[in-house]
């Protein structure tokens, strides 16, 4: 027996699938969907901007933005001569026979960005087919280069080379170099000094004196300089914030008009008007990005106005569900808009993401940020003994006691870890 039954069913149209995509594209993702539209769309005709770089200009209201000039630091030539072509000169200067000069030119140019040499001797030796003993001859020679401490195969011997070169009657920091790097790193200071039979004092003087040397003396990689180009804009002006959307670079989309005619022909009248639609969407869909992203900027600098002028304490407890109530928009929706989006502000340039933080309970019933739970936690290892550091339990007990916020101790490690601060055994000094 056939039955007939109505449903309602939600269908996401490809109208709808496009502006949700657009929606968490960065303004750089968003430009390159733009040529690439126009690659595929005939009807798209693409105005190009004149590109360039640092200046914004404010155009309009509604968030224009015009680069009307490049920076003057792109045209300053780089002086700065190549490390791994230093090296190389260095070899050439050398007074060593010619087979000698060719292994020494080739560890220079296998050298990784930090200086190291990667490579074992016996993969030196069978890449370029010679004995051994001439491969350990050729690192000899690559390690008396400058800076002291190229062409070695770790840490140690990077530090032991800096070492033997300035510092040669250390025969006690030789030593833990070569044995105790890591209960060194670990401040382990009691296990060293009773292994060596020395005193912690000259424990002390020996981890001072292995944080002067150079863990990376030769940095061979080549660093360009790059540039942020910031999705949004906040500018201060008599005292209130504007918001403008950095999207001034963004080619101008026109309709291509030889194709006009075209609409009413026959014969390529369903793809034309395909295609015509697919130009109306696209245009649609960047405009509500548009209006999405301001509606959603601003009311998160309503939320968070006290940022700009007291800083991160300042940053209240706020989630996505609470912006999405107060704009009437979907939680998701506030998600896609804020995410792969920086803004540039008059304290600097932040990822959108920032000005949201999860809330922690105060005992007067009321809410502080993770953010400024970090920067407090940060001040008060600051402030504490160096000699009796705090552990994570008693950094827990203060923020409840003194601070009134309830933490537990795997939070507090959480967010000491998260700050790159070492445990309390790592940050103890040895008192001398």
């Known amino acids: 027996m056939l039955q007939q039954k109505q449903k309602l069913n939600l269908m996401m149209t490809v109208e709808l699938r496009q502006a949700i995509s657009l929606l968490q594209y960065s303004t750089i993702d968003l430009y390159h969907f733009i040529r690439n539209q126009e690659s595929e769309n005939p009807l798209i005709e693409l105005v190009e901007k004149e590109e360039q770089h640092f200046t914004f200009e404010r155009n309009s209201k509604l968030g224009s933005t015009d680069y009307s000039k490049k920076n003057p630091i792109d045209f300053v ?13 260095q070899v050439r ?5 010619e087979q000698e000069r060719n292994i020494l030119l080739f560890l220079v140019h296998n050298l990784d960005a930090n200086g190291y040499l990667p490579l074992t001797v016996a993969e030196i030796s069978t890449l370029l087919q010679i004995d051994e003993k001439a491969v350990k001859n050729g690192i000899t020679l690559l390690q008396q280069l400058e800076p002291i401490g190229v ?14 070169y300035y510092y040669p009657e250390e025969e006690v920091v030789e030593q833990i170099v070569i044995n105790y790097l890591e209960d060194l790193a670990n401040k382990k200071w009691q296990a060293i000094a009773k292994s060596l039979d020395i ?3 000259e424990v002390k003087a020996a981890f001072d004196l292995i944080r002067t040397l150079n863990p990376r003396p030769c940095i061979l990689e080549s660093r360009e300089t790059e540039y942020l180009y910031p999705d949004i804009i906040l500018e201060k002006n008599d005292g209130k914030l504007d918001v403008y959307l950095n999207d001034g670079y963004l080619p101008k989309i026109n ?6 005619d075209r609409l009413y022909d026959k014969s390529d009248l369903n793809y034309v008007q395909d295609k015509f639609r697919s130009y109306q969407m696209l245009v649609n869909s960047i405009e509500q990005r548009r209006s999405t992203i301001l509606k959603i900027t601003e009311a998160v600098l309503q939320k968070q106005s006290a940022f700009f002028n007291e800083g ?7 989630t996505l569900k609470e912006i999405a109530d107060e704009i009437n928009m979907h939680e998701s929706t506030i998600s896609r808009a804020t995410s792969n989006k920086t803004l ?9 993401r920032i000005f949201f933080t999860s809330k922690l309970e105060t005992e007067d019933g009321n809410s502080t940020s993770q953010t400024k739970v970090k920067l407090l936690l940060e001040e008060y290892i600051k402030e504490e003994n160096k000699y009796k550091p705090h552990s994570d339990q008693k950094i827990a007990d203060y923020f409840k006691t003194k601070k009134g916020i309830t933490i537990s101790r795997r939070t507090v490690a959480k967010y000491r870890e998260e700050l790159n601060i070492p445990s309390s055994s790592k940050r103890k000094e040895i008192r001398i």
């Open 151 to 164: 062409g070695a195969r770790n840490l140690s011997e990077c530090l032991l080379l800096q070492l033997n």
């Open 199 to 201: 005193s912690l004092t």
């Open 77 to 89: 030539a780089n002086n700065e001569e190549d490390e791994r072509k230093r090296l190389t000169e």
């Open 255 to 260: 309709f291509n008009s030889q194709y006009t």
């Open 344 to 352: 540039q502000t008059p304290e600097g340039t932040f990822d959108f």
């Open 93 to 97: 200067w050398l007074d060593i026979a």
């Open 312 to 318: 991160f304490k300042a940053l209240k407890p706020l």
